[in-house]
């Protein structure tokens, strides 16, 4: 079963991530009133425990994930051309708008790390809150594919 392995929010740009535990997650402010939380299509993003592995595995660097600076952490699922399916934990429901590109703080981090990040979807996806929910570490999660 695929769970919920980390959440985390920033206040502001270039800031660092901070780690919680649990977090209401609302249309307006995204995960626990994120820096980036605003309505739109990238209003929340989730990255792969998986596929972070991959991508620091082929770069040679053993990083936090929350170097990512991704929201929400889950393991257990293949994210890869998931774009318009619906991702649930708990009440929470997210739609996956697109693949997260790697951005420039991942090439100051490390070259190789960028390159690595641009297969197989390893940079996670995008999403919009379409249901808000409050959500924990440790919550099931499951990846609802459209019809």
Not at 62 to 80: H, I, Q, S
Not at 88 to 102: C, H, M, N, V, Y
Not at 117 to 146: F, N, Q, S, T, Y
């Amino acid at each position: 079963m695929a769970r919920l392995m980390g959440i985390a929010t920033r206040e502001k740009k270039r800031a660092p991530m901070v780690a919680l535990e649990r977090a209401a997650v609302t249309r307006e402010n995204g995960v626990a009133d994120d820096f980036r939380g605003k309505p739109g299509k990238r209003q929340v993003t989730v990255l792969s425990k998986e596929g972070w592995a991959a991508a620091c595995l082929a770069s040679g660097a053993a990083l936090d994930w929350t170097v990512r600076r991704a929201n929400l952490l889950v393991e257990g699922l293949d994210l890869r051309k998931s774009t318009g399916c619906i991702l649930a934990i708990g009440d929470l429901r997210l739609l996956i708008t697109r693949e997260t590109d790697p951005c420039e703080r991942m090439a100051e981090v490390s070259p190789a790390l960028e390159r690595a990040l641009l297969e197989e979807w390893r940079g996670g996806v995008c999403c919009r809150v379409l249901e808000a929910g409050k959500i924990a570490v440790g919550d099931p999660v499951e990846l609802i594919h459209a019809d």
